[in-house]
Every structure is written in C-alpha cells, then in structure tokens.
C-alpha cells in the first residue's frame, strides 16, 4: 500500500507476521480497548507479540516478537487475537522504565473495569517476578482505591510520612440522602477532602465549571478540599505533605459537617453532578 500504516493496520501486519496461535499484548493490545495513561505512545511505536515457546521468530521492524511458554487463551476483537487485560497490563509494565507510566497503566486499567486485583495479581503470580517492584506497589495502589496514576503517587506519599491515610474515592452524602460529590481522597476526623484536579478529567468543556461548583458546594457544607495537579504531585510531594499536616492540624477539635461518607465503586472523575444526581459519563 501507499502511505503510512494506521494503528489497526499495524497490528494485523504483525499478526501476519507472527502466524498462527500468536496473541498481541502490551499496549498494542491496551489501546483498542480505551487505555489513554500512555498519551506519548503513537501508531509508530512497537506492535508487542506473544507467540508459543516452540515457535521461531524473530523481531523485525515495529514488531517485538516474545517466545513464552505461558500463551494467554486470546481475545479476538476485529478478526485479531489479543491477550486478556491483566495479561496486557503486566507485560506492557514490563517494558516501562518510569513508575508514573506503570501507576497509571494498572490504575486505569482496575478503574475502567478492564480488570480486577485478583486477575492482576493471579497474573504477577504466575510470572517471573523480576523486575516487578512498581508493578506490585502500582496494584496494591489501585487494590486500596487509588483510581489514576497521580492518587497512587499521592497514596504513596502520604504512607511514607506520619500522616494517617484517608479514605479513597469517597462519596459524600447530606444526611438526606443526597450525593454532593466524590472525592478523591477523604480525613473523616477533620471533614478535609484531596483532589487530584487531572485536566484530563477536569478541563475539558464544562467539566472545569462543574469542577469549581463541585468545590463550593462541598466548602458550603462544611467540607474544607484542598487541590493538587499531577505534575505537583510528581514533582513536589515534600511540599504537599507539609500542607496537608498544616491542614490537618488547623481543623482537629472543629464541629464536624453532618456528612455520610462510604467508599464509592465509581471514580470521582467520572462523574457529573446535575440537578443532585449523578450521571456517569460515557466512556469508549
């Protein structure tokens, strides 16, 4: 053909490639399937290839063949053969070299529903655990409630310094029974939320308004919510830790808002408040 290879038309070169009983995994086989954690991953990088142990082919080109005695039973999607999720997310963890990239992947993967901890960790059991450090803590992250690659890392933070930990995505509720919000990260004892302001999640159309509105009407009840972007959460925990102790220690002894607060099964930044109730955005 003329001109250059989509995305699709990769993989089912490599798949032709590869022959028969061959599976694609990794993020190849992540991205069909919604995962955005890895933005600088483009339709030029590498078409990762499971095939049988038995098998000999070499890499060439965009695709990266890996003999392995443990061929995943595939997923076919569009006439192609893909590895389950959790085996997906485990072998492209494999490849990271940056913790953030490997919070996210495991993060978003358990958030979307793709996954669950227990496939994870049947998966992580049944390989080799070399080279798994990040891997585990990312899925023992995302096992206590952390639903993105930055509240991992802002988990991680606050478990290495004095502070208690707060109670993960946390929906708050009147005691009427109304939802104000879901928040990111929950103190009880003080009425204090953290959030985790993504622009992925929070600036786009008018997710930025509903972001601000959110904010008033949890202060109005009482709520005191403290922000922090990503990239400060990567680049300044040292700092965010200190303000978080400072907070804390301005609202022990307060009267606290009457609140109801229970762990929620769908990520804050998932949803919109409109007219009181909530209303889940779609998601492809």
Same mark, same amino acid.
């Given at each position: 053909? +003329?001109?250059? *290879? &989509?995305?699709?038309?990769?993989?089912?070169?490599?798949?032709?490639?590869c022959? #028969?009983?061959?599976?694609?995994?990794?993020? @190849?086989?992540?991205?069909? *399937?919604?995962?955005?954690?890895?933005?600088?991953?483009?339709?030029?990088?590498?078409?990762?290839?499971? =095939?049988?142990?038995?098998?000999?082919?070499?890499?060439?080109?965009?695709?990266? $063949?890996?003999?392995? =005695?443990?061929?995943?039973? $595939? =997923? +076919?999607?569009?006439?192609?053969?893909?590895?389950?999720?959790?085996?997906?997310?485990?072998?492209?963890?494999?490849?990271?070299?940056?913790?953030?990239?490997?919070?996210?992947?495991?993060?978003?993967? /358990?958030?979307?529903?793709?996954?669950?901890i @227990?496939?994870?960790?049947?998966?992580?059991?049944?390989?080799s655990?070399?080279g798994?450090?990040?891997?585990?803590?990312?899925?023992?992250?995302? &096992?206590?409630?952390?639903?993105?690659?930055?509240?991992?890392?802002?988990?991680? &933070?606050?478990?290495?310094?004095?502070? #208690?930990?707060?109670?993960?995505?946390?929906?708050?509720?009147?005691?009427?029974?109304?939802?104000?919000?879901i928040? %990111? &990260?929950?103190? %009880?004892?003080?009425?204090? @939320?953290?959030?985790?302001? !993504?622009r992925?999640?929070?600036?786009?159309?008018? %997710?930025?308004?509903?972001?601000?509105?959110?904010?008033?009407?949890?202060?109005?009840?009482g709520? /005191?919510?403290?922000h922090?972007? #990503?990239?400060? =959460?990567?680049?300044?925990?040292? !700092?965010?830790?200190?303000?978080?102790?400072?907070?804390?220690?301005?609202?022990?002894?307060?009267?606290?808002?009457?609140?109801?607060s229970?762990?929620?099964?769908? #990520?804050?930044?998932? /949803?919109?408040?409109?007219?009181?109730?909530?209303?889940?955005?779609?998601?492809?």
């Amino acid at each position: 053909m +003329t001109g250059s *290879l &989509g995305e699709q038309e990769r993989r089912r070169a490599a798949v032709l490639y590869c022959g #028969p009983e061959c599976a694609i995994t990794g993020l @190849a086989a992540l991205r069909p *399937l919604g995962i955005k954690s890895m933005r600088s991953a483009s339709e030029h990088d590498d078409i990762h290839v499971l =095939i049988p142990v038995e098998r000999r082919r070499l890499s060439s080109g965009f695709v990266v $063949v890996e003999r392995t =005695i443990r061929m995943p039973r $595939v =997923i +076919t999607l569009a006439g192609l053969p893909f590895a389950p999720p959790a085996r997906a997310i485990v072998d492209a963890a494999h490849r990271c070299v940056k913790r953030s990239d490997v919070f996210a992947l495991v993060t978003e993967g /358990v958030a979307r529903g793709l996954v669950d901890i @227990a496939a994870l960790d049947h998966e992580l059991a049944c390989g080799s655990r070399r080279g798994t450090r990040m891997l585990r803590e990312a899925i023992e992250h995302a &096992g206590q409630g952390a639903w993105s690659g930055s509240e991992a890392q802002l988990r991680s &933070g606050l478990l290495r310094s004095s502070l #208690p930990e707060p109670t993960w995505n946390v929906a708050l509720h009147t005691a009427c029974g109304d939802l104000l919000a879901i928040v %990111d &990260g929950y103190y %009880d004892d003080v009425a204090l @939320a953290l959030e985790v302001d !993504s622009r992925e999640h929070h600036s786009i159309g008018n %997710d930025w308004e509903h972001t601000l509105n959110r904010s008033a009407m949890l202060t109005a009840h009482g709520v /005191v919510v403290m922000h922090f972007t #990503p990239a400060r =959460i990567w680049r300044d925990m040292d !700092s965010i830790i200190t303000e978080i102790r400072s907070a804390r220690g301005r609202l022990i002894g307060r009267p606290l808002p009457a609140l109801v607060s229970t762990k929620s099964a769908v #990520p804050g930044s998932w /949803v919109s408040l409109k007219k009181g109730d909530v209303e889940q955005r779609a998601h492809s």
